[in-house]
C-alpha cells in the first residue's frame, strides 16, 4: 500500500528537476572545464634545404626576433640574420657545422651589456672546435674569427663532438656575463669539459675532463655564496675504459663546478651500465632541493632520487619505480617541486616532493622534454615533442593545462627548437625536424572563461533531457498497448487468411479424394488432421507467439494434410537439431505460412517431384530457418495467377516490423529464388532470421 508520505517521496523523485541535478553535479564535477586553457595551433609546414639550420632569436631586444640561418653547401657554410624578409648581413664561416647536434651551433649572449646579444657561433673543421663571434647583426664583420676552442678526438669514425649550450654567467664579478657551454663526444674521451669564454679579453678557461657523456648544465647556487655553480647532467655512455680516464664514462658522476670551474667536491660516482645522473635541484619556498636522479638503464632496475649535500655528501636515497632516460623538475600550483622523471614506451612519470607517485602523461616511444619560458612570465613551460606520434605538447609548471598539436615530426629527426617573437602578438614555437620546419602559435583559450557559462546549459540540458524520456515513455507504453491490439488483430487476420475458402476446400478436397478411394481409414485421419489445424487455430487465437516446437509441429500436420491431396506431387521433410531449443517463443504461423505459400504457389503447378524442405539452424542466440521448395519459382507462379491475393506475405511483413517494434528479440526474412545451372528457374528459398537477446538458441 503506497502511503502519502510514500507517494510524496515517489513525486520528489521522480521530479524533473531533482533527476537532472544528480547527472549534472556528476559531470560537471568529473569534467569541470570543457576548454583547455590554451591552444597550440600549427601555422605552417615547409620543406628547407639539406644542411640549412634555422633558430629565431630576439637579438636587440626589441620584442622582435630575428631569423638566424646557417648553412653548409659544398662552397663554404655561412649564417645570416634576417629581420622579416629582409637578409640584415651575411658571414662566412671557416669550417661546418658538422656537430651531433644541430640544435646548438650558436649561443646568442650579451656579454659586453650594450642590451643587443652578439652572436657566439661553432664550427667543426677537421679535429678542431672553432669560435666565431658577431657582435652586431648590422656589422658585416666578424669580432671573433676562427678561435680555436678545443680539439676533438677522432671516435668511432671521425670527429663527434657536440656543443652543450648553457645560461651566460658572471664568474669574475667584473658586472659582465662570459659565454658558457660545454663541449662532449661520444666516443672520443677528449674533449669532455665544461668552458667559459671570457670576450673582453679573449681568454678561455675550461674544466677538468668531466666523466660521462654531457647532457646538459644546469646552474644554481647551492652553498648561499650568491654565485651559481655549474652542475652536469651526465650519462654512463659506456665507451671510454676505466684506465683510460679517472672519471670514465663506465660511470655517472654528480660533477659540480665553482665559478672557476674547478671541481667543489670530488665527483660522486654512480655505477651501472649506461647510468643516468640528472640533477634536481631547484631553489624553494621550504629551501634549496638538492637531489640527483640516478637510473642505471638497465632491465628490471629502478631509479633512486640521491639526496646530497653542498658539500657532496650524499644524504638520502629512495628507490622510484621507473627506468627513465632523462628527468627535469617543475613546480605545481603551490609552487612545491615535482620531480618528473621521462621513461621509454611509458612517458612521464611524477612524483611530488615527498617522492610519492602523482601520476603519469603516457607517451611512446621516447618524448624529447625541452624546457622553455614561452610566455615570459618567469615560469618555464614543458615542451614534449613526440616523434613516433607527430605530436608536440605545451605544458605549463607542473605538466598541468596541456596545449597540443599534431605536425608529424619523422622519427629519429635532428630537432632544432626556438621561439618566435613578435610584440604584442602570441609566441610562436619554430621546430625544425630534418629537411621540414614548423611554426606554432601558442596563446590564450579566449573561449576558456566562456566554458564556464556551460554549467546551467549542461543542467537545463539534462532537465530537457529528462523531460524527454519521461514524455517518451508514456507515448512508448500507449504505443505499446496499441501495437499489442494491432498485433492481436493481425493475428486474426492471419487465422481468417488460413480459415479462408482455398484452405478449407483444399482439406475437404483431400478428404473427398480419399473418400472416393474408399480408404475409410486414411479418410478418417485426415479429417482428424484437418480438425486438429482448425482446433489449435481457434484456441491459439488470442495468441501472437508460441514455442517453436509447437509451430514446426503445426507446419508438419499441415503438410502432412496437403500430401494427402497432391500425394506424390509432393514430398516434404522438416530437420530440427535435437540441440535447438524448441521452447523458444516465435511469431505464429512464422513458418507454416511461407511453407503453405511454397505448396500452394510453387509444387502445386507441377506434375510431379515436388519438395519442400523445412531446415532449422541455430548458433549462440541466432535462429535460422529455411523453408526452400522446387516449385516453378515466383515468376511463372504469377504469370498463371491462381486466384491468391498476395494478403498473406503482406501480413507477415507487418507482423515482423510490429515484433520488431515490441518485442526485444529481432526478426527478418528474405525470399530467394533458385536456379539450376543453365538458369532455369528451380524454386524459391525463404529464410527467416531471429536473434533472441536473451535466450540461447542451442542447449548444452
Known amino acids: 500500500m503506497i502511503t502519502p508520505a510514500r507517494k510524496r517521496i515517489l513525486t520528489l523523485l521522480t521530479n524533473?528537476?531533482?533527476?537532472?541535478?544528480?547527472?549534472?553535479?556528476?559531470?560537471?564535477?568529473?569534467?569541470?572545464?570543457?576548454?583547455?586553457?590554451?591552444?597550440?595551433?600549427?601555422?605552417?609546414?615547409?620543406?628547407?634545404?639539406?644542411?640549412?639550420?634555422?633558430?629565431?632569436?630576439?637579438?636587440?631586444?626589441?620584442?622582435?626576433?630575428?631569423?638566424?640561418?646557417?648553412?653548409?653547401?659544398?662552397n663554404g657554410s655561412g649564417i645570416t640574420v634576417s629581420r622579416g624578409a629582409m637578409i640584415m648581413n651575411q658571414w662566412n664561416i671557416s669550417g661546418t657545422f658538422g656537430f651531433q647536434g644541430k640544435s646548438t651551433f650558436l649561443i646568442p649572449a650579451d656579454c659586453d651589456g650594450n642590451g643587443i646579444s652578439e652572436l657566439y657561433i661553432f664550427s667543426l673543421k677537421g679535429d678542431s672546435v672553432l669560435l666565431h663571434s658577431v657582435k652586431d647583426p648590422s656589422d658585416p664583420g666578424l669580432v671573433i674569427r676562427s678561435r680555436l676552442i678545443d680539439l676533438a678526438g677522432k671516435g668511432s669514425a671521425a670527429s663527434d663532438p657536440r656543443i652543450v649550450p648553457a645560461e651566460p654567467q658572471d664568474l669574475d664579478g667584473d658586472g659582465r656575463v662570459e659565454l658558457l657551454f660545454g663541449i662532449t663526444t661520444g666516443f672520443s674521451k677528449h674533449p669532455r669539459k665544461v668552458y667559459a669564454y671570457y670576450p673582453g679579453n679573449d681568454s678561455l678557461v675550461a674544466s677538468p675532463p668531466v666523466g660521462g657523456f654531457i647532457l646538459g648544465i644546469l646552474q644554481e647556487d647551492i652553498n648561499n655564496d650568491g654565485q651559481n655553480e655549474i652542475i652536469t647532467d651526465v650519462y654512463a655512455s659506456g665507451n671510454i675504459a676505466?684506465?683510460?680516464?679517472?672519471?670514465?664514462?663506465?660511470?655517472?658522476?654528480?660533477?659540480?663546478?665553482?665559478?672557476?670551474?674547478?671541481?667543489?667536491?670530488?665527483?660522486?660516482?654512480?655505477?651501472?651500465?649506461?647510468?643516468?645522473?640528472?640533477?634536481?635541484?631547484?631553489?624553494?619556498?621550504?629551501?634549496?632541493?638538492?637531489?640527483?636522479?640516478?637510473?642505471p638503464l638497465e632491465q628490471d632496475s629502478v631509479a633512486s632520487l640521491v639526496s646530497f649535500s653542498p658539500a657532496g655528501e650524499v644524504t638520502g636515497r629512495t628507490a622510484i619505480p621507473v627506468v627513465p632516460y632523462t628527468g627535469f623538475m617543475t613546480v605545481n600550483r603551490k609552487n612545491e617541486p615535482v620531480y618528473a622523471a621521462v621513461e621509454r614506451e611509458r612517458g612521464i612519470v611524477l612524483f611530488d616532493s615527498h617522492r610519492e607517485l602523482l601520476g603519469e602523461i603516457h607517451f611512446p616511444g621516447t618524448p624529447l622534454t625541452i624546457p622553455e619560458d614561452i610566455d615570459l612570465d618567469g615560469i618555464p613551460e614543458i615542451v614534449v615533442c613526440?616523434?613516433?606520434?607527430?605530436?608536440?605538447?605545451?605544458?605549463?609548471?607542473?605538466?598541468?593545462?596541456?596545449?597540443?598539436?599534431?605536425i608529424g615530426i619523422i622519427s629519429g629527426s635532428s630537432l632544432i627548437f626556438s621561439v618566435i617573437r613578435k610584440k604584442d602578438e602570441a609566441p610562436r614555437i619554430f621546430i625544425q625536424a630534418g629537411a621540414r620546419q614548423y611554426v606554432l602559435q601558442y596563446r590564450r583559450n579566449q573561449l576558456y572563461y566562456i566554458s564556464f557559462g556551460l554549467y546551467p546549459l549542461i543542467y537545463a540540458g539534462f532537465i530537457a533531457f529528462v523531460l524527454l524520456v519521461q514524455k517518451t515513455q508514456r507515448r512508448v507504453l500507449t504505443r505499446r498497448e496499441e501495437?499489442?491490439?494491432?498485433?492481436?488483430?493481425?493475428?486474426?487476420?492471419?487465422?481468417?487468411?488460413?480459415?479462408?475458402p482455398h484452405f478449407t476446400l483444399n482439406a475437404l478436397n483431400s478428404v473427398?479424394?480419399?473418400?472416393?478411394?474408399?480408404?475409410?481409414?486414411?479418410?478418417?485421419?485426415?479429417?482428424?488432421?484437418?480438425?486438429g489445424l482448425y482446433r489449435d487455430m481457434l484456441l491459439s487465437a488470442g495468441k501472437s507467439r508460441r514455442h517453436l516446437g509447437e509451430e514446426i509441429e503445426f507446419c508438419r500436420e499441415y503438410l502432412a494434410l496437403e500430401k494427402i491431396r497432391y500425394g506424390d506431387r509432393l514430398d516434404y521433410s522438416i530437420i530440427l537439431p535435437p540441440e535447438i531449443n524448441t521452447e523458444l517463443q516465435v511469431p505464429k504461423f512464422v513458418i507454416q505460412l511461407f511453407a503453405e505459400n511454397g505448396v500452394k504457389h510453387g509444387i502445386a503447378g507441377m506434375e510431379h517431384g515436388g519438395k519442400l524442405e523445412i531446415i532449422v539452424r541455430g548458433a549462440d542466440r541466432d535462429l535460422t530457418v529455411e523453408i526452400r521448395d522446387n516449385g516453378i519459382g515466383r515468376a511463372r507462379a504469377a504469370e498463371e495467377q491462381t486466384g491468391s491475393t498476395g494478403k498473406g506475405m503482406k501480413l507477415m511483413t507487418e507482423l515482423f516490423s510490429l515484433c520488431n517494434n515490441y518485442y526485444e528479440d529481432r526478426y527478418s526474412f528474405s525470399v530467394t529464388d533458385l536456379a539450376d545451372t543453365m538458369g532455369t528457374p528451380a524454386g524459391t528459398c525463404v529464410t527467416v532470421s531471429i536473434h533472441f537477446r536473451n535466450e540461447p538458441v542451442i542447449i548444452t
Open 16 to 74: 524533473p528537476f531533482i533527476l537532472a541535478a544528480i547527472p549534472a553535479a556528476a559531470l560537471l564535477v568529473s569534467i569541470p572545464v570543457r576548454h583547455n586553457p590554451y591552444i597550440l595551433s600549427p601555422e605552417s609546414n615547409t620543406a628547407c634545404p639539406e644542411n640549412f639550420y634555422c633558430i629565431y632569436c630576439d637579438l636587440d631586444g626589441d620584442g622582435y626576433s630575428e631569423k638566424i640561418s646557417a648553412f653548409d653547401y659544398p
Open 242 to 295: 676505466k684506465s683510460e680516464m679517472q672519471h670514465h664514462d663506465q660511470s655517472a658522476w654528480l660533477t659540480v663546478l665553482d665559478r672557476n670551474l674547478e671541481f667543489m667536491f670530488d665527483p660522486v660516482e654512480f655505477r651501472g651500465n649506461f647510468a643516468l645522473a640528472t640533477p634536481m635541484v631547484m631553489a624553494s619556498p621550504k629551501g634549496l632541493v638538492l637531489d640527483v636522479l640516478v637510473s
Open 386 to 406: 613526440s616523434f613516433e606520434t607527430g605530436m608536440v605538447h605545451v605544458y605549463r609548471a607542473g605538466m598541468r593545462q596541456p596545449a597540443s598539436a599534431d
Open 483 to 500: 501495437e499489442m491490439k494491432k498485433i492481436s488483430e493481425l493475428q486474426l487476420a492471419l487465422i481468417g487468411n488460413h480459415l479462408d
Open 512 to 531: 473427398l479424394h480419399l473418400v472416393e478411394q474408399s480408404d475409410r481409414e486414411k479418410t478418417r485421419d485426415s479429417l482428424l488432421k484437418f480438425s
